[in-house]
């Protein structure tokens, strides 16, 4: 393969972040207390003795959780933070996209700010020029690049900055944050497409993200870090795996269950709702959620429903005694009902959250409403990069043709 | 590596280029006048200063042109402000940058101290009608104003490079940088001319002019104002090397700069 050629190289790579326990921060503090041990602070290790390296061409992931270092490590990539041990080296120029329009000023024009932009990321005014009909026509602005920043709306705003980015930024490597992925659908759309051109056109690109989906479609391969170290390397179906195989053992039970997010009037409160399983397989076939509830004073035919929800908080499924036509009988003070739902289990790999509620009968009041009351986590053998992963048959019929 | 230390240095200038250019669209952005300010403002300072030292104060009435030999005091000592001040903050006002994107640090510093020399470009061309008004001869000697510029374009980036670096650490230093500009303003002879000093202590006289800004205003009236104006070199004796301390104090506090600011600058995105 031609692309074999390395692109960045991280050689034993370490990041110390020193913390002073009193920082020493004011010329004050120097002579007020000239005597007062200075040094006297901690290091913290961000990043432990990492190497990896990234092939040309490469479409390479950077996972871990909050706080494991790769936010860290995509800053000395880029440059911004010098590592305390080791080196890297990048071949070609590299533009990091932590963040979009950076350097943006409210009170320069669109057109003015693009040039401001692209100097910033090392384009002269000629490569802009040359470039600057297409960044207008990519940002569907026209009209607007005369008129202030400050004037545009923070969508026009994210617009201009993405294609600023995306049209200039046609440089060797890129340093994508998952920031970017976050706006409108519309807008998400779009990043997701400029990825699908970027892995086309066989540009390196390095990507941060915990969105194992993404990681699994656009990646080739991917270093999974924890706990400041790099744990494994490899493609990046084995990484997504391992990733979210390590959330599923590392997730508390204790941590699953939220009490802020609820809320009712109490005439009728959950006691307890239980799953079959917490940890789903392809060998569960189904989901059963067990709800059981005690009536502090008289109800009439209540409903009472659940949904649930992945880890990026889209309700995928839910229902309740109404909508299935079976009506709960009228309850006294101190009664108790238990439902039992069965779901097939058609979850995608990760976590989810179950919402469940009970309601008075023309749902005008509610009774007891908690949302994450408990969690669960999916690890299927089939996982698709969908919300959603139900058991799809496949049949191939194949029928060989006449020869030319 | 020379491919590469042009690319870096491409780089810069792109970036410098457009920092400067921004800066000063910036400057007079939603004012009525706009640009015309950069012309406006000192010359209504400059008027303001004529009536009050030469019609009432009176001061240097012995000196010719003692007006154009004020302008050049004020706008010289203008600039250093202005481009020490701006450098100050350089690093800290930028920090958002710093914290999201790698590129060479210095470029913001040495950006601040060009949007200031536009300025004093400006002030030296309103200076120069000034001059013809008044009648001061233009001679060859006015060449020398140049590299009396560099000089203390040097010496003003200097101190912002090592103020800059010294704020990240220390917040207290705008405060006290406030305080040295000020007792700077009176311990140089700019309002007041350099003889009053003299004919009451002549010790603290030569102590003053050895700070390089003093040298380098009297260096610049001298060659462009009138030769009777008292240099650093003219208060010593022949022989004596104690003139060419202004400008070890600038090849000094330079190399103190770059070095520092060498050292610390890797490390602005995380201690800012």
């Not at chain 1, 972040?17 to 010329?27: G, I, N, Q, T």
């Not at chain 1, 041990?37 to 990492?50: F, M, N, P, V, W």
């Not at chain 1, 990234?54 to 790769?70: A, D, L, T």
């Not at chain 2, 800066?23 to 939603?30: A, E, I, N, P, S």
Request: net charge positive; glycine share 6%; proline share 3%.
């Amino acid at each position: 393969m031609a692309e074999n050629k390395i692109a960045i190289s991280v050689n034993n790579v370490s990041k110390d972040f020193v913390l002073p326990h009193e920082k020493v921060d004011s010329v004050k503090s120097i002579f007020v207390n000239p005597f007062y041990k200075r040094g006297h602070s901690e290091a913290q290790h961000a990043l432990k003795d990492i190497s990896f390296d990234i092939h040309e061409g490469e479409f390479f992931g950077i996972v871990g959780r909050n706080g494991s270092g790769k936010s860290t490590l995509l800053k000395i990539i880029a440059g911004i933070y010098q590592p305390t041990k080791g080196n890297l080296s990048v071949r070609g120029r590299l533009v990091p996209f932590i963040e979009l329009g950076v350097g943006f000023n409210p009170e320069l024009t669109g057109r003015e700010n693009v040039y401001l932009n692209g100097s910033l990321m090392g384009f002269s005014t000629k490569e802009v020029n040359a470039k600057y009909d297409a960044i207008v026509d990519f940002a569907e602005l026209k009209r607007f690049m005369d008129q202030k920043l400050k004037n545009y709306s923070s969508g026009m705003q994210v617009r201009l900055a993405f294609s600023v980015a995306t049209i200039l930024a046609d440089s060797d490597v890129l340093l994508i944050d998952e920031v970017l992925a976050v706006g409108d659908a519309d807008f998400q759309r779009k990043c997701f497409d400029y990825f699908r051109k970027l892995k086309k056109n066989k540009k390196t690109v390095v990507f941060v993200s915990h969105d194992m989906n993404a990681v699994r479609e656009y990646c080739d391969r991917a270093v999974l870090i924890e706990g400041s170290e790099l744990i494994l390397e490899g493609k990046a179906d084995k990484i997504a795996t391992a990733y979210t195989k390590m959330f599923i053992e590392q997730a508390e039970d204790a941590k699953d269950t939220k009490q802020d997010g609820r809320w009712g009037d109490e005439r009728a409160v959950f006691e307890s709702v239980k799953l079959s399983s917490k940890k789903l397989t392809n060998a569960d076939k189904t989901l059963s959620i067990t709800t059981t509830a005690v009536v502090n004073e008289d109800i009439e035919n209540p409903i009472l429903g659940f949904s649930i929800k992945n880890a990026g908080g889209m309700q995928l499924m839910g229902t309740n005694n109404k909508i299935k036509k079976q009506n709960l009988p009228n309850m006294k003070k101190g009664d108790h009902i238990s439902v039992t739902w069965k779901v097939p289990n058609v979850f995608t790999d990760g976590k989810h959250y179950v919402d469940i509620a009970i309601v008075y009968r023309d749902g005008s009041t509610i009774a007891d409403w908690w949302e994450e009351s408990v969690a669960f986590n999916t690890l299927q053998e089939e996982n698709t990069p969908y919300v959603v992963t139900p058991p799809i048959e496949l049949e191939i019929h194949s029928k060989r043709g006449r020869a030319q | 590596m020379i491919r590469r230390l042009l690319q870096r240095y491409r780089y810069s200038v792109i970036l410098l280029k457009q920092l400067v250019i921004t800066d000063f669209k910036l400057r007079y952005k939603g004012s009525f006048l706009g640009y015309v300010w950069s012309l406006l403002r000192p010359l209504a300072l400059f008027a303001i200063l004529y009536v009050v030292f030469v019609y009432f104060l009176k001061i240097g009435a012995d000196i010719p042109h003692y007006a154009v030999y004020l302008l050049f005091g004020v706008v010289l000592w203008n600039y250093f402000t202005e481009v020490t001040s701006n450098g100050l903050s350089a690093i800290v006002g930028k920090g958002d940058l710093m914290r999201k994107l790698s590129f060479p640090r210095y470029v913001i510093v040495v950006a601040g101290s060009f949007s200031a020399l536009i300025n004093l470009g400006i002030n030296l061309v309103v200076i120069a009608f000034f001059m013809v008004i008044n009648g001061v001869p233009f001679t060859w000697e006015l060449l020398w104003v140049i590299p009396l510029i560099i000089e203390l374009f040097i010496f003003s980036l200097a101190i912002a490079f090592l103020l800059s670096a010294l704020y990240v650490k220390f917040r207290d230093i705008n405060y006290i940088w406030e305080v040295v500009l000020q007792g700077g303003f009176y311990a140089t002879p700019i309002l007041y001319p350099i003889s009053l000093v003299i004919n009451m202590s002549e010790v603290a006289a030569k102590l003053m002019l050895l700070n390089p800004l003093a040298q380098i205003i009297q260096d610049i009236r001298f060659v462009a104002v009138t030769p009777a104006t008292i240099t650093t070199a003219s208060v010593f004796k022949d022989g004596s090397l104690l003139p060419l301390v202004p400008y070890l104090i600038v090849i000094v506090s330079a190399t103190v700069a770059v070095i520092y600011f060498r050292k610390k600058a890797p490390n602005f995105a995380e201690d800012i």
